[in-house]
């Protein structure tokens, strides 16, 4: 059974920076595709980042310059190094695994806070 958990989450000032990461287990083969998406209080869930498994990557614009998506394919592991945080990053931040057939698997989620 695939397994998605997220860490990293917290409480940051404007303009500081935090780094979540995730780990995926329970798959024979390797994700495809990892990456997270977000989902700010009265929103719909976006895409922030992805990467698939040969290191092509997708941001959203909000984040572009500000947000780098990294992962590590041997151990199912990504992670997203966030600088110059804004009050609007502050979201639910969603972890994802996605293999090359079937839908997404998800993690709980991690909550970010960017305020004074």
């Known amino acids: 059974q695939v397994q998605v958990v997220e860490s990293g989450g917290g409480l940051v000032q404007p303009g500081g920076s935090l780094r979540l990461s995730c780990a995926a287990s329970?798959?024979?083969?390797?994700?495809?595709?990892m990456g997270w998406y977000r989902q700010a209080p009265g929103k719909q869930r976006e895409m922030v980042a992805r990467?698939?498994?040969?290191?092509?990557?997708n941001y959203a614009d909000s984040v572009k310059s500000r947000f780098t998506i990294s992962r590590d394919n041997a151990k199912n592991l990504v992670f997203l190094q966030m600088n110059s945080l804004k009050p609007e990053d502050t979201a639910v931040y969603y972890c994802?695994?996605?293999?090359?057939?079937?839908?997404?698997?998800w993690g709980k989620g991690t909550l970010v806070t960017v305020s004074s």
């Open positions: 329970g798959s024979d083969v390797g994700f495809w595709s």
């Open positions: 994802y695994a996605e293999l090359l057939v079937g839908d997404p698997y």
């Open positions: 990467m698939t498994r040969r290191g092509v990557t």
